[in-house]
Each structure stands twice: as structure tokens, then as C-alpha cells.
């Protein structure tokens, strides 16, 4: 009969462990803009969701409308880069031209917005601006560290 009991041991003998130990270091240098562009997801949902709580959807509709759209977009670009951090370089200028537009948007959709709408868009805005340029900052000294 076969001996399949476990053995404490060193496992640096295995054929798979200089593999293994890149793959790791690979998920532990990308977990920390995993995380940023988490934060790019809940910036999303407030966005979609901000004309309802801060109440200016039925005197601004356009910019209600507007921010459901970007909103849903962010949290749906931040959820698929979270998912592959690795490749997510490229959708950062998009996020980051998405909350440009977060902070433009209540005057060039709407006349004489309120300072409600105001406040939530630009600081939403601004947020987003800073995750996107905080996860392409990781992601250039992953890459930066990974060429030396």
C-alpha cells in the first residue's frame, strides 16, 4: 500500500516552487490596486446613485440620468479591473477622463445647478480622479520593479 500520510517538510525541493513563489508575489504586488479600483466600484454606485440620496433627480433629470450612466459604468469598469489588476493599465485614463466628467458634468449638462449636485459630483469626481491616478501609479512601479 501507498504511504500517503503528510510529512512536515521543506517544500523548496518541489519542482513547482520558483513558479509558485512568482505567482504569489505576482498576487501580492497587484492586491493593492485591486483594492484602489474597489474603491472605484463604490465610487460608481454613488455616482448611479447619488440623484436619489442627495434629491436633486426630479429638478435635474438630465444630470440624474447622466450620473446613473457614468455611475454604472465606473462601478462596472472598476469591478472587471479589480478582477484582472495585471491588465487594467489601459481602462485607468478611461476612469480617470469618467471622473473628469463627474466634475464637469453639472454644468455642462444642466443650467444653474445647485450646490446639492454640485458638492456630490465634484468631490465624487475628484475621488475617482485620485483612485484611478493612485492605481496606475501602483501599476506602473509594479512594472517598474518587475523590469530591474
Partial sequence: MADVSHRPGDIRGHPD???MRDRYARMLQTRGV???EELVILAGIWAAVSAWTVHFA???????????V???????LGLCMSMAPERSADLNFVVLLMGAWLIAAPWVV???????????NVITGACVCLFALTAG???MTRRKGATH
Fill in 17 to 19: 516552487a520558483p513558479e
Fill in 110 to 120: 444642466s443650467r444653474n445647478p445647485d450646490t446639492g449636485p454640485i458638492l456630490s
Fill in 58 to 68: 426630479a429638478a435635474r433629470p438630465e444630470l440624474a440620468i447622466t450620473n446613473l
Fill in 34 to 36: 485591486a483594492a484602489v
Fill in 70 to 76: 457614468v455611475g454604472i459604468a465606473l462601478a462596472v
Fill in 137 to 139: 501609479g501602483l501599476l
